[in-house]
C-alpha cells in the first residue's frame, strides 16, 4: 500500500504543470509556423527559378539568382544607399508630419462637436480624392525634390490618424468623464484616465495603417517625378525592361514596410504596456 502510493506521488512530481505545458505547446506551435512560412518561401524561390524560361517569360520575371545579383549590386554601390537613404528620410519625415497634422486635426474637431460636424464633410471630401493625384499639384509647389514626395506621403497619413482620432473621441464614454468629474477630476485627470487609454489602440491602430501609405505615396511621387530614390530607381528599371533590378528595388521595399512596421508593433506594446491596458486586454479575452 505504502509501495503504490509513493510510486503515484512520484509520477504527480513528474508530471509538469499546465503552465509549463502551455508554454512548451506555444513554443512549439510558434517553432512550426515558422518553419512552415520558410518553406513556403523556399518552394515559391524554386517553383520560380525551374519555371522562369520554360512556362514563364524571363525577361518579365527574371530568376531569383539574377534578383539576388542585382540585389548585392544595390547594396553594394554608394548610389544604392543613396537612393534608399532619400526615400526613408521622405518617409519618416512625411509620416512624422502626417501624425502630427492627423493628430491635432482629430483632437480640436473631436473635443468641437459643432466645430466637426460642420468641417467633417469637407475633410471626407477631400479624402476622397485619391492621394496619387495630388501629386502634380504638389510637385508643382514644392518641386521634384524630397519636400513634394513628404507632403504626399503626410496627406495620406493624416487623414488615417484623423479619422481614428475623432471617432475615438466622439465613442468616448460619456458617464466615465462624469464620474471622474464628479470625484473632483480636473480636465488633465479626464485626459489621463479617461482620453488617453480611449485613444490609444485607434490611435496605434492609425500609425500601423499610415505606414504602408506613406512608403506608398513616397513611392508614387518618385515615380512621376524625382531625381533619386528608390521609386526612380524602380521606374528607370522598369523603363530598361530590367527586371532583375526591379524585383530587387520591390525587396528594400519590403524591408522597409517590415521595418517600419516592426518599430510601430514595439511602439505599441511599449505604450501600452505603460497605459495598463495590456492586462486589460488579457482579462477581457480570458472572460469572453
Not at 539568382?65 to 534608399?84: C, F, N, P, Y
Request: hydrophobic share 50%; proline share 5%; net charge positive.
Amino acid at each position: 500500500m505504502t509501495t503504490a502510493t509513493t510510486s503515484g506521488a512520484r509520477n504527480r512530481t513528474k508530471t509538469p504543470p499546465p503552465a509549463s505545458r502551455g508554454r512548451n505547446s506555444a513554443w512549439r506551435e510558434t517553432a512550426l509556423v515558422v518553419l512552415l512560412r520558410i518553406g513556403v518561401i523556399a518552394l515559391a524561390l524554386v517553383l520560380w527559378q525551374v519555371l522562369s524560361g520554360p512556362v514563364l517569360p524571363e525577361y518579365a520575371v527574371s530568376r531569383p539568382t539574377d534578383v539576388s545579383h542585382a540585389l548585392w549590386q544595390l547594396l553594394g554601390s554608394a548610389k544604392g544607399w543613396t537612393d534608399i537613404e532619400t526615400t526613408a528620410t521622405e518617409v519618416v519625415a512625411g509620416f512624422a508630419i502626417g501624425v502630427g497634422i492627423g493628430t491635432v486635426m482629430g483632437l480640436v474637431l473631436g473635443s468641437l462637436p459643432l466645430l466637426g460636424r460642420v468641417v467633417e464633410p469637407l475633410i471626407a471630401a477631400v479624402n476622397g480624392i485619391p492621394k496619387i493625384a495630388l501629386a502634380p499639384l504638389f510637385l508643382l509647389f514644392f518641386g521634384i525634390g524630397v519636400w513634394s514626395k513628404i507632403t504626399i506621403a503626410a496627406a495620406g497619413v493624416a487623414f488615417v490618424v484623423f479619422y481614428n482620432v475623432y471617432l475615438g473621441l466622439r465613442l468616448r464614454e460619456r458617464e466615465l468623464v462624469e464620474i471622474v468629474q464628479v470625484m473632483g477630476g480636473r480636465r488633465h485627470h479626464v485626459l489621463s484616465y479617461v482620453t488617453i487609454p480611449t485613444l490609444a489602440a485607434p490611435f496605434f491602430a492609425a500609425l500601423k495603417t499610415g505606414g504602408p501609405l506613406a512608403i506608398l505615396g513616397v513611392i508614387g511621387g518618385e515615380f512621376i517625378a524625382s531625381t533619386g530614390g528608390v521609386g526612380h530607381e524602380l521606374f528607370t528599371a522598369a523603363t530598361n525592361l530590367d527586371a532583375p533590378t526591379e524585383f530587387a528595388g520591390l525587396i528594400v521595399l519590403v524591408a522597409m514596410t517590415l521595418a517600419l512596421n516592426g518599430i510601430l508593433t514595439g511602439l505599441d506594446k511599449y505604450a501600452l504596456k505603460r497605459l495598463g491596458l495590456t492586462g486589460h486586454r488579457r482579462g477581457s479575452r480570458g472572460t469572453a
